[in-house]
C-alpha cells in the first residue's frame, strides 16, 4: 500500500471515531434534562468517549479507535423539589452531569477534528491525481 493510499486509511479512521463521539455527545445533549422517573432514582449520566490507537497490522498504520465508552462518574448536583416524582425521602431530586456549554465545546472540538481529517484524504485524493497526470 502506497503512503497517499495509507495516509487515506489514517484519516479514515479518524473520521470514523470522531463521528462515534459526535453521536454519544449528541446523546448527551438530548439527556441534559433527564430525570429519574422513581422516587430516588438516578437521573442520566453524561457519557464520554476515550481513544486507542490500533496497529493494522497488514499496513503497519497506526490507526485510532473507540476505545470505549464509560459513564462520567462526576458528583451529580441536587435540587431541592419535595414535589417532583423523582425526589427521594428528604426531598431532593438528581440532576444530570450533562453541562450544556461543555458538550458544544466537545461537539466543535469533534467537528474541528473531522474536518481536518477528510482534508487530508481530499489533498491525498488531489496528490493522487496530479501524480496520475504526470504519468500520462
Given at each position: 500500500?502506497?503512503d497517499?493510499t495509507?495516509s ?7 473520521m ?11 446523546e ?7 430525570l ?5 432514582g ?9 481513544f ?11 490507526l485510532v479507535k473507540?476505545?470505549r465508552?464509560?459513564?462520567d462518574?462526576?458528583?451529580l448536583?441536587?435540587?431541592y423539589d419535595?414535589t ?9 431530586v438528581l440532576?444530570?452531569?450533562?453541562n ?5 465545546m466537545?461537539m466543535?472540538e469533534a ?11 481530499a489533498?491525498?485524493?488531489?496528490m ?9
Amino acid at each position: 500500500m502506497d503512503d497517499l493510499t495509507l495516509s487515506k486509511t489514517i484519516a479514515s479512521s479518524g473520521m470514523k471515531a470522531q463521528a462515534q463521539r459526535l453521536r454519544v455527545i449528541s446523546e448527551n445533549l438530548a439527556n441534559a434534562d433527564s430525570l429519574a422517573k422513581t422516587p430516588g432514582g438516578m437521573p442520566y449520566r453524561r457519557k464520554t468517549v476515550t481513544f486507542r490507537n490500533e496497529l493494522d497490522r497488514a499496513t503497519g498504520a497506526e490507526l485510532v479507535k473507540v476505545g470505549r465508552v464509560s459513564r462520567d462518574r462526576s458528583q451529580l448536583e441536587r435540587k431541592y423539589d419535595p414535589t417532583h416524582v423523582a425526589a427521594g425521602a428528604d426531598g431532593y431530586v438528581l440532576l444530570p452531569n450533562v453541562n450544556p456549554l461543555v458538550e458544544t465545546m466537545d461537539m466543535k472540538e469533534a467537528q474541528r477534528t473531522y474536518e481536518a481529517n477528510l482534508n487530508v484524504i481530499a489533498v491525498s485524493k488531489d496528490m493522487m491525481t496530479k501524480t496520475l497526470d504526470l504519468i500520462r
